[in-house]
């Protein structure tokens, strides 16, 4: 029998909503079964955050996972070497913050890196921050990228039993039609086929969406869909795979969530991710593939606004350390 994977919860912005979070989801008796946990972030903050919900949980300082005894209702915190807070600053963007959320990631990669570790669990983190913390990079996953060696990491979104990857990313919307190619459509069908077997789906079906409204309505609106998009269905077909389309982007979820389609291949960032976020918010979280191990973040941000006020959703988090748990290497 497998034994539970080890996950590494990491902090993500110190002073958002993460540390509520954390706190919340992991005072869950149930997950002990599941998984071994352990934080990466600020010892101090997590014990102000615990005492602030009135939590019975404890936390256990660790200076590598060795020390980690993984027991029921004390977390260990591992922080990183010669870096801690003091002192839990405001929830408002400040370079230190960002630093802080880059640097636990950083260390839960390394840990990963040396297969200590099976996945990854985010809170959200501010990319304003940790641009400002002088990380010249588009976002979390592009920084992992450079940390880990890994040359074409992906997101995948999952909403309830739906999951969902995009051509394009964070590429401003004028570049996309260019990055719409066979050989990349090709790539996320094949890559979304393997996720969905290995979560024991047989044969699973995938739609491919179009980028054009009407798909194009045969080349009136845009030619993608003849050249690229149903070239690349084409050859997805032809290695086995159930896949359909191009399917007309304003109704390929609905037939998804329909319990049509197991996953849906979008084009670009919001196409993926509007049709997501409409969904409740405990159904959905945003997964990393392609790195080392599993990682698994929210479907949304620091939420400053509400921090410290204890009542933050834990829903995404805990969505987001099912999905680690269940596709764990």
């Known amino acids: 029998m497998k034994s539970a994977p080890t ?101 839960a990669y390394e840990l990963a890196m040396q297969s200590r570790i099976d996945g990854v669990v985010m809170a959200p983190m501010n990319k304003e921050s940790f641009r400002a913390a002088g990380y010249d990079y588009a976002d979390e996953l592009t920084f992992l990228a450079h940390v880990t060696g890994c040359p074409e990491p992906y997101i995948l979104g999952a909403v309830r039993d739906v999951w969902a990857v995009a051509v394009t990313e964070h590429i401003a919307l004028r570049q996309v039609a260019d990055c719409i190619t066979r050989p990349r459509v090709r790539d996320k069908i094949e890559k979304l086929d393997a996720v969905l077997r290995r979560l024991d789906i047989v044969q699973p079906r995938i739609a491919c969406a179009a980028l054009n409204p009407h798909a194009g309505e045969g080349g009136l609106f845009g030619c993608e869909e003849i050249d690229e998009i149903a070239p690349a269905i084409e050859d997805a077909a032809e290695l086995g795979i159930a896949v359909t389309g191009p399917v007309p982007a304003d109704i390929v979820f609905k037939r998804a969530l329909d319990g049509e389609f197991a996953g849906v291949v979008c084009m670009y960032h919001d196409q993926m991710n509007i049709a997501r976020k409409l969904q409740s918010r405990g159904d959905i979280a945003t997964l990393w593939m392609g790195l080392p191990v599993i990682g698994a973040t929210t479907a949304h941000g620091t939420a400053f606004d509400i921090a410290d006020k204890g009542i933050a959703d834990p829903g995404s988090l805990r969505a987001a350390l099912d999905y680690a748990i269940r596709l764990a290497d």
């Open 7 to 107: 996950i590494a919860i990491v902090m993500g912005d110190p002073a958002g909503i993460g540390p509520e979070l954390i706190a919340k989801v992991l005072a869950d008796e149930r997950l002990h079964a599941r998984c071994r946990a352990f934080i990466i972030g600020d010892l101090a903050v997590m014990r102000d955050q615990a005492a602030a919900l009135a939590s019975a949980l404890r936390f256990q300082p660790i200076e590598n996972l060795d020390e980690a005894k993984f027991q029921s209702g004390c977390l260990e915190v591992l922080q990183p070497p010669g870096f801690a807070l003091g002192a839990r600053l405001p929830a408002a963007v400040h370079p230190k913050l960002g630093e802080a959320a880059a640097r636990y990631l950083q260390l």
